[in-house]
């Protein structure tokens, strides 16, 4: 029976989450059946996949004697396993990806574009997202420091469209000539294949320290930028410049820009060094556990746009990958949204095959002359060929929506089978024939160059300090103190005085007291002036403070509950369950993972089931604890040493705290949390305490809970709402900034 009930859910999810591509897709999936029979990969039923044939003595001791080759199905069975893989990614070899869709709200593009899929609101667009590391191996951990690949395809149409883009808008470099030595100095060295996921090492800061033109970049990876909480709390960025060409024949230049709904927020390097220890796939589990509980990751998706006749108006090159279009300069328009409601299947055949290209467009969107973009055209292409052979574009997961003819034929891997003796253009059956632009063919913008051909750049392309200085002078006070502290992390591991005496030169282009600061951490030459002036500027959009959600919301934040035996379960299944109403994932963490028991005048049941055991998760692997009221198994809690470390953890980590009763004189007398006021006998006993992040009460009256949450507010008196607001801020950074969090030892 559950396995019906199962099989009814996961037909209605099909249907829920339906798109051209997933149905497409239905015609190459196999789902295996309880009691079916097991065969060779031609078709043979399998009677022993346990035992090599081979010979047994003939007499009394059976013996055995040697294997024979002429087993077809052992040599299969292994030979399969031997050729299981496949050529690893140079860079993004680690990855997680999910299904979606893709739609615009109007046709307000259509001024800039004639692309359907950018203009046609009665559309939904199939689409394919990875999520990526960059230096890292397929194996290393999700949350090293490192830019994130952004990549999206869309499966439009009129054909395939791939946006290739990062979580950070700009690039290490400004020609793709220097990619080869971009990676190479990333790496792991060659020499002892160290580090991995790590770009601290002298080998990448040499580089950087010479290659001034990734400042801009460098300021963005040694931001919070490098470590995200989760892929669907990051931007997207398409890195290049395109071009849009509207059914007038006007090209415009553009970037492109996917804004996350739920904020953009980060770890803290701690906590990301330990997580990836701890749970080296937790962004990955993290994306499929918000769309297994249908909060369905969402962003919006604008375009910054700029007329052909103003590509010369500004004080930096508009192709120049390394720099970003000021949105007061270039405003964002939103015209769409992307959504991804669908986990993969199996994540060989789509997240590992799936092929993304720069060069994939459709008519209507087109390339600029940006010297990285000319570049990715060309290797995206040529990589995945290596990867995955020339017909990797039949592979079910890259294969298009849209009808596919022409007179490509054969190669390693073919599958399509054509049934036609005309292979060639033109012929007598006027089979394949090109389509005029009228009738949806692809057409280049007819683009008038005139030049020298010389290995050079162009003139603005010769300055690297401008916007590197603009991203830091528009961070918030943490977000520089984060920076300054992972680039003195990085430095320190670099051996060479060279490499890190070179790179505080660097940093003194930007700024001062960041030199200053970087300088005394790692043992360099503290400057006692600027290496070039500071602009002073600063721009909308690149502290992540921007994009805090205008209505707070705790939608997929993951919440500890701490309990032992003698919890107040009445309290905690109210608490637990207004949080749930608000889409928020609790979790039990316990002694053992089994059954809590509630306190002794509680007739509810046997008590709840603990998910997790004190010792088999950590606070870093969570948004925020909460500790019940119960006086016997707060004393539990008080004599374990590891619980104590879950609060103080938590605390240093700047994550939200809520504690009822007797948790709150375990969090004063024995976690001893510094500076933080809280609830104190002698009021009222609902009265709400809010301090640093902290919320405590002395009771929680559970009648008066309602179904859901009340609108969050900060200042609000009821207990729940308080501490579900604390969550939507994501992290209280008041305390780093007063200097609490380094008070406790965690």
Sequence with gaps: MSSLVESAKKAEFTVTTSTDKVVDLQHVIQEPRIGEHLTTDHGVKVADTDNWLR???????????????????????????????????????????????????DNRASKYSYAPVLTDSSRTTPVFVRFSTVQGARGSADTVRDVRGFAIKFYTQEGNWDIVGNDIPVFFIQDAIKFPDFVHAVKPEPHNEVPTGQSAHNNFWDFAGLQPESSHMIMWVMSDRGIPRSFRMMQGFGVNTYTLLNDKGDRHFVKFHFIPELGVHSLLWDEALKISGQDPDFHRKDLNEAIDNGAYPRWKFAIQTISEDREHDFDFDILDATKVWPEELVPLEE?????????????????????????????????????????????????????????????PINRPVCPILNHNRDGKARHRIVTSSINYWPNRKNIGQPVPAAEGGYIEYAQRIEGIKQRARGEKFKEHFNHAQLFFNSLASYEKIHLANAISFELSHCDDSVVYRSYINVLNNIDLELAKSVAAQVGGDIPSHLGGPNHGKKSKGLSQTDFTPKEPTILSRRIAILVADGFNEVEMQAVRAALISAKAVCYIIGPRRGRVHPMANQDVGPGVFADHHFEGQRSTLFDAIYIPSGAEHVKVLAKNGRVVHWAREAFGHCKPIAAVGEAVDFLRDVVQLPTVDLFSPGGHEDAVVSSYGVVSTGRYNPSSTIASLPKLQADSGEFVSNFAYQISQHRCYEREMDGLTKKVAY
């Excluded at 047994?56 to 059976?62: H, L, P, V, W």
């Excluded at 040697?66 to 052992?74: K, S, V």
């Excluded at 140079?90 to 979606?100: S, T």
């Excluded at 959504?339 to 209507?364: I, K």
């Design 55 to 105: 010979v047994i003595g003939s007499g009394d001791e059976k013996h055995n004697g040697p294997m024979l080759l002429e087993d077809q199905i052992g040599r299969e069975k292994i030979h399969r396993f031997d050729h299981e893989r496949i050529p690893e990614r140079v860079v993004h070899a680690r990855g997680a990806a999910a299904h979606g869709y893709f739609k615009v709200h």
């Design 335 to 395: 015209i769409g949204e992307l959504v991804l409601n669908r986990v993969v299947d199996e994540f060989f055949t789509e997240t590992e095959q799936v092929a993304f290209c720069t060069s994939h467009v459709v008519p209507g969107i087109g390339f600029s002359d940006d010297p990285l973009l000319q570049g990715r055209n060309f290797s995206y292409f040529d990589t995945q060929i290596t990867r995955l052979g020339i017909n990797f574009q039949e592979l």
